[in-house]
């Protein structure tokens, strides 16, 4: 029974070049949800997903961040013509249900971007 | 909007000893709160929560936190410290209503732990 995975693990990239992270929630879980870590910080909510529905999506930067929770594949997010601040560790958690009164949120081992 | 802080980055600890990792919150409303390990190169691995009921909670490795609302904390601990321990924590807070808002978790800084032989 696989965990949340996310791929890659690293990524670099060069100021103006778009970023892609995936993200496969796991098994049976419908729910996927995004995070940020800057350096120094703790973890900062993103976007929640389910299957083709974006529900919330108030902590993702105005511009240049979308995200995706297709019907088929994994969760993608997208960071179009990054600059060196957007570099981060991207997490990705997913769970079975909405609340979490009943579960928790598995996180994957997170996607390390440097933007150079 | 709810925040948690972890007010030291780094606890150091004698192996055997007892540990107490702290955290404290601000929510409106009750709160949902979490504790998760981070180990070198893996994801969050969840530990503990505090829902509802007993103030102290039992989890993952021998670990435990109390939930004090008049002080807002929720300090995380163990009788005996293992070597194997040594790692990342994280303290998170969610508030707990029902429907869209109770997903949203707000995580603290972190607070590495080492745990000397």
């Known amino acids: 029974n696989a965990g949340v995975m996310q791929n890659p693990r690293h990524l670099v990239r060069r100021r103006g070049q778009e970023a892609r992270l995936r993200c496969s929630p796991m098994?049976?879980?419908?729910?996927v949800y995004w995070y940020r870590q800057l350096p120094e910080e703790g973890l900062k909510f993103m976007v929640y997903?389910?299957?083709?529905?974006?529900?919330?999506e108030s902590g993702m930067p105005k511009e240049r961040f979308s995200a995706e929770f297709p019907k088929e594949g994994p969760s993608i997010l997208r960071i179009q013509q990054v600059v060196r601040g957007d570099s981060a560790a991207y997490f990705c958690?997913?769970?079975?249900?909405?609340?979490?009164?009943?579960?928790?949120?598995?996180f994957g081992q997170g996607t390390r971007l440097t933007v150079v | 909007a709810q925040s948690v802080a972890q007010p030291e980055d780094q606890v150091n600890v004698a192996e055997g000893n007892p540990l107490t990792v702290k955290c404290t919150y601000s929510?409106?409303?009750?709160?949902?709160l979490f504790w998760y390990v981070q180990y070198p190169n893996r994801g969050l691995q969840f530990l503990l929560k505090?829902?509802?009921?007993?103030?102290l909670v039992k989890g993952s490795y021998g670990f435990e936190a109390e939930f004090n609302k008049s002080q807002t904390s929720f300090h995380l601990k163990k009788p005996s410290a293992l070597v194997s321990d040594s790692a990342l924590y994280f303290c998170?807070?969610?508030?707990?209503?029902?429907?869209?808002?109770?997903?949203?978790?707000?995580f603290g800084k972190g607070t590495k732990l080492s745990v000397i032989p």
């Open positions: 998170a807070v969610s508030p707990a209503y029902s429907g869209a808002g109770s997903y949203q978790l707000t």
């Open positions: 505090y829902i509802t009921g007993d103030n």
């Open positions: 958690a997913s769970s079975p249900v909405l609340t979490l009164e009943n579960t928790e949120a598995f």
């Open positions: 098994k049976g879980h419908s729910h």
């Open positions: 997903l389910q299957k083709e529905n974006i529900i919330d």
């Open positions: 929510v409106s409303g009750n709160p949902y």
